[in-house]
Nanobody, 116 residues
Framework: QVQLVESGGDLVQPGGSLRLSCEASGRVFTIYAMGWYRQAPGKERELVAQ?????????ADSVKGRFTISRDSTTTTSTVYLQMNSLKPEDTAVYYC????????WGQGTQVTVAS
């Protein structure tokens, strides 16, 4: 089992920045990828960014050059970060941490709202 705790969602003005964090605990040695998805009202959940345990990264075209995913691991925890810069109103969504291990795990979601 892997437990996920997310933080960092907030209300921010267009052009602003936020950093999301997701800490995984439990059987973290089974994790081979962590990432972020988002879901806006009336839309399907979509991949934003993913990082594997060998630090290979994938980004949605809509966030390339603005968002950066990174990770930090210890023997007992694994944390993934999403640094979001130059935020746009269309980035408004609930952001979910996703972890691929012996199973697929999801965080509870954190709201990001970009509005003036």
């Amino acid at each position: 089992q892997v437990q996920l705790v997310e933080s960092g969602g907030d209300l921010v003005q267009p052009g602003g920045s936020l950093r999301l964090s997701c800490e995984a605990s439990g059987r973290v040695f089974t994790i081979y990828a962590m990432g972020w998805y988002r879901q806006a009202p009336g839309k399907e959940r979509e991949l934003v960014a993913q990082i594997t345990r060998d630090d290979s990264t994938t980004y949605a075209d809509s966030v390339k050059g603005r968002f950066t995913i990174s990770r930090d691991s210890t023997t007992t925890t694994s944390t993934v970060y999403l640094q979001m810069n130059s935020l746009k109103p269309e980035d408004t969504a609930v952001y979910y941490c996703n972890t691929l291990a012996n199973d697929v795990y999801w965080g509870q979601g954190t709201q990001v709202t970009v509005a003036s």
